[in-house]
Every structure is written in structure tokens, then in C-alpha cells.
DNA sequence: GCGATTTGACCTGC
DNA sequence: GCAGGTCAAATCGC
């Protein structure tokens, strides 16, 4: 074993961490700076009724979060400093990054055995050389959904289909519409379920970077409800469903129930009355997730347009849904 | 003409 | 070496 190699894995796994707590502290930064501006905005209005002016005072949210994203960016660049070679992933200021040098904008010079310029853009020969060097990307914010249809309020992009082993359907994959223009880096993969053609296994890697100004994200996808399903392991959500457990409980009697059996196996309850309802959503984690032992949770079922909210172990998931007008007494709670 | 999709080739990680 | 993920030229559809 080359130990300068195995130095260079380390420093490319230190690296990855804090690209990923970068990216944690940049959707951290959205969700504050989204709910925090609403209260700072009505304090500020209090203290401008009151004692006058406050113009120019910095928001404590804004100001913090752009500390700790200095911190990191700064941890990264001297590790890239110190050896190039291990940061694969270019970062930018504003806290999103291409992972593949497939992107056009940003590809490093070491792409297409260090061809510069716009030669990464020709195909270099049918069968020979490379077709643009990539990294692969680590399976971070995986969130697995399973819907009756593939569709959701993003505009995707498909850019790969493939056979999988031992499966009769293949994957599609595809990415977020706004990759080239902002830098977006949410990807699906959505295949049929082989025990039930009718429903799609929907994999949504990483978050939406992207600003909601296509009009058919803005039309149907309030901000709000981007952030509950993005920071599904955050705090906040956590601390909001202490607020809807006792709503939940009225509910729990019309739903159906699912209990999700380590990462992917799910086993489907009887609901109480009987009824076979759909209408629930399935979700799974990463190995990260269920190193939690307990964690009240919410989720976001893009087709059925639905929260659900409920509990997380290690061995088992159940969720309940919850409606709209909860929902807000939710947030309207939470945020006060 | 332009953007989206298809599809075979290429590349990476295990 | 293999399976899966991504690229990018070719093709399609509006």
C-alpha cells in the first residue's frame, strides 16, 4: 500500500466531509435566513416604531451562517492548497459546487488528460479516449420516495437511462432543469417498482440549489414547504412535530400506515378501518440517518402533495398524514 | 432552430 | 472485472 496514496484518500475524505458540512450550512442558511427573515423583519419593525431607525444592522442569522460557511470555505481551500489533487469538487462562494467535470462552466484544466478550453466540448473520437472525466458523487441527502407517478413540481431533466441487474425496468436518470444556468445539483433516479408496475421508486440525491423562478416550481411549491422536506433531519422539523403529535393522533385513524423495515424494505400495515388507501408515501435513508436512534421527523410526498409527519428508529419508520391547516398551525406555532 | 430525449460509450467505485 | 452513473452525439418534437 503507497502511503503517499493512502494520505491523498484521507485528505480526499476530509475533504468530502466538509463539502457536505458546507452544504448542510448553506441549506441551514436557507432555512433561517427564509423563516428568521419573517420574524427579524417583524422585530425590526417593532424596533422601528419604537426607537427609530435600524437600518444597517446586520441580521444575527445572516451574519453567523456566513461565518460558518467562511469557516468551511476556508478549511477547504487551504486543503486544496495544500494538495489539489484531493479536492475534486470546485467550490464557490455561494455554497454550491459541480461535482462533475462534465459542467461546462467549471470543469478543471485535468479534465480530458488536461486539455483546456472548449476541447472538453468535442468528443475525442467515437470508442477512444475520454468522454470528459467525472467524479462520481457520493450518495449524500438521499431521500427515496415512492409515488404512482415519476412527476413532481421540479423541472428535470433526463440524462441516462440504464439496465439494472436482476431488475425488469430500467432506471432513468435525470437532473435538475437549472444544472447549466445555476449550478443545480439535484438528481433522480426513478425506476418501476418490479412487485407493482403502477409505482416508482423515486431517488432524489442531493438538494435543489436552484431559485424558484421557473413558473411551474413557483406555481405549486411554496418555499415553506421546500424547506420541511429538504431538512427533514433538522432540528426544526423535529421540534415542530411536537407541536402536531396531538393533531397527528386525530388523523391517525383515516390514514394508512407504513413501516419502513431497515432502508428500503417496507412493509404495509392494516389500517385500521380496513382501507387499502394509497395514500401514503414511503421514505428511506441513508446509513447516517439510522445511526439515529429515535427522531420525530416530517416528510413531503411530491405526488400526493402531502406531509406526513411521524417517527424514525433505526428499524422502523411510520408516518401520519397531516393536512394543510395543520400544517400551517405547524409552522405558525413554530415560528413564534 | 432549439430544447428535450435517447442511447451507446465511457468512467468510477467497489 | 463488473455494475452503476454520467457523458455527449444523434435524434426527435414542437
Known amino acids: 500500500m503507497d502511503s503517499n496514496s493512502n494520505t491523498k484518500s484521507i485528505k480526499r475524505k476530509v475533504v468530502d466531509q466538509l463539502v457536505e458540512g458546507y452544504e448542510f450550512a448553506t441549506q441551514l442558511q436557507l432555512l433561517l435566513s427564509h423563516q428568521h427573515s419573517n420574524q427579524y423583519h417583524i422585530d425590526q419593525t417593532r424596533l422601528v416604531s419604537g426607537s427609530g431607525s435600524v437600518s444597517g444592522v446586520p441580521d444575527p442569522v445572516d451574519e453567523l451562517m456566513s461565518k460558518i460557511l467562511g469557516s468551511f470555505h476556508k478549511t477547504i481551500s ?80 433526463k440524462y441516462g437511462q440504464k439496465e439494472i441487474l436482476n431488475t425488469t425496468f430500467p432506471r432513468s436518470y435525470f437532473r435538475c432543469t437549472h444544472k447549466p444556468t445555476q449550478g443545480c445539483k439535484a438528481t433522480k433516479q426513478v425506476q418501476k417498482k418490479e412487485q407493482d408496475p403502477e409505482m416508482f421508486q423515486i431517488t432524489y440525491i442531493g438538494y435543489h440549489t436552484c431559485t424558484a423562478t421557473d413558473q411551474t416550481h413557483a406555481k405549486t411549491e411554496p418555499f415553506d414547504q421546500e424547506i420541511i422536506m429538504d431538512l427533514e433531519k433538522t432540528l426544526a422539523a423535529s421540534t415542530a412535530q411536537n407541536h402536531v403529535n396531538a393533531m397527528v393522533q386525530e388523523q391517525e385513524n383515516n390514514i394508512s400506515s407504513v413501516t419502513a423495515v431497515g432502508a428500503g424494505m417496507v412493509k404495509e400495515e392494516e389500517n385500521t378501518n380496513g382501507d387499502q388507501s394509497k395514500d401514503y408515501c414511503e421514505v428511506s435513508s441513508t446509513g447516517e440517518d439510522l445511526s439515529l436512534v429515535w427522531q420525530e421527523t416530517m416528510m413531503f410526498d411530491d405526488h400526493q402533495n402531502h406531509y406526513y409527519c411521524g417517527e424514525i428508529s433505526t428499524t422502523s419508520h411510520q408516518f401520519g398524514f397531516i393536512d394543510n391547516d395543520q400544517l400551517s398551525s405547524l409552522f405558525d406555532s413554530y415560528c413564534a
Open 78 to 157: 487551504v486543503l486544496d492548497s495544500f494538495d489539489p489533487v484531493a479536492v475534486s469538487v470546485p467550490i464557490s462562494v455561494e455554497g454550491s459546487w459541480n461535482a462533475s467535470c462534465g459542467d461546462d462552466s467549471t470543469a478543471p484544466a485535468s479534465c480530458n488528460g488536461g486539455d483546456s478550453g472548449d476541447s472538453k466540448k468535442k468528443r475525442l473520437g467515437v470508442g477512444k479516449g475520454k468522454r470528459g472525466c467525472y467524479t462520481r458523487k457520493k450518495r449524500s441527502h438521499t431521500r427515496i420516495v415512492e409515488a404512482r407517478s415519476s412527476e413532481d413540481r421540479y423541472a428535470w431533466r
